[in-house]
């Protein structure tokens, strides 16, 4: 009985093992994919843009997997209290990274509309935005695979900065709309690209939120959110 029982742990261990290998590299393919959209964007490389939008594919696959894994843990080995809240934790985080890397192909879709524009000044703040959020999905995923909720606290304190971005960068776009009229056209994919790494940093955070419960047993106080400027949300 008792080989029975350490054979069960055993494989219950790997299981899990495999599903936070799996997330880990859902988190690492959408950390990539904000950083080479960006890139795309900033260089109006259509080629570099159609392998972001083509890598999703892998993306959707994973998220599939650790769905099909997370339910055979829970039929086949009833898991509890802790692990209970790690396993349905990670099916949670699978969607939310999944929708992450979407984000990241919209960015990438947005480089042929700019393709032809001759003069983007608001262009050169997005990096930074990009790079925060890029952050945050790193550190988040970090703190999954620790069950770190400390790290988590942290990586939702970091959305206000890009909620601060976006707003800064609405300001820009608005401004560089109202100096020159065929300059509409261009911002408002600039606009819609700050709004997708807006929403990378909310998703983020809501992974964060799921990371502390997982860790804690407890939820986070729900957030202040600032109110979006153009309705994009």
């Known amino acids: 009985m008792a080989t029975t ?4 742990i055993k494989a ?17 393919l959408a950390e990539a994919a904000i950083a080479d ?14 392998i972001v ?3 999703d594919a892998k993306l959707d696959a994973l998220e599939v997997e650790v769905e099909r894994l997370a339910v055979q843990i829970i039929a086949l080995r009833a898991p509890m209290a802790d692990d209970l809240r790690e396993v349905v934790a990670a099916l ?6 999944e929708r992450i890397g979407d984000y990241a192909k919209n960015i990438a879709k947005r480089v042929h509309a700019i393709e032809g524009s001759s003069e983007l000044r608001p262009l050169s703040l997005l990096p930074e935005m990009a790079r925060i959020t890029g952050e945050m999905v790193h550190m988040v995923l970090d703190a999954f695979v620790q069950r770190d909720s400390k ?5 939702c304190e970091r959305d206000r900065a890009v909620d601060d971005f976006y707003n800064s960068l609405f300001r820009t776009l608005l401004t560089f709309m ?24 909310d998703h983020a955070t809501n992974v964060a939120e799921m990371v502390y419960f997982a860790a804690t047993g407890t939820h ?7 109110e979006d400027p153009v309705g994009l949300s």
Do not use: C, W, Y
């Open 53 to 55: 939008i083509e890598n």
């Open 37 to 50: 959209s960006m890139r795309a964007l900033v260089r109006r490389d259509p080629d570099a843009a159609r």
């Open 178 to 201: 109202m100096e020159d009229p065929q300059n509409i056209t261009a911002a408002t994919h600039l606009l819609f690209v700050a709004k997708n790494l807006e929403r990378i940093g």
């Open 92 to 97: 949670k985080i699978a969607g939310l990274v």
């Open 151 to 155: 790290k988590a606290v942290e990586v």
């Open 12 to 28: 219950f261990d790997q299981d899990l093992n495999q599903l936070r290998a799996n997330i880990a590299e859902m988190g690492g």
């Open 5 to 8: 029982t350490g054979h069960t």
């Open 220 to 226: 986070l106080g729900e957030r202040e959110r600032g």
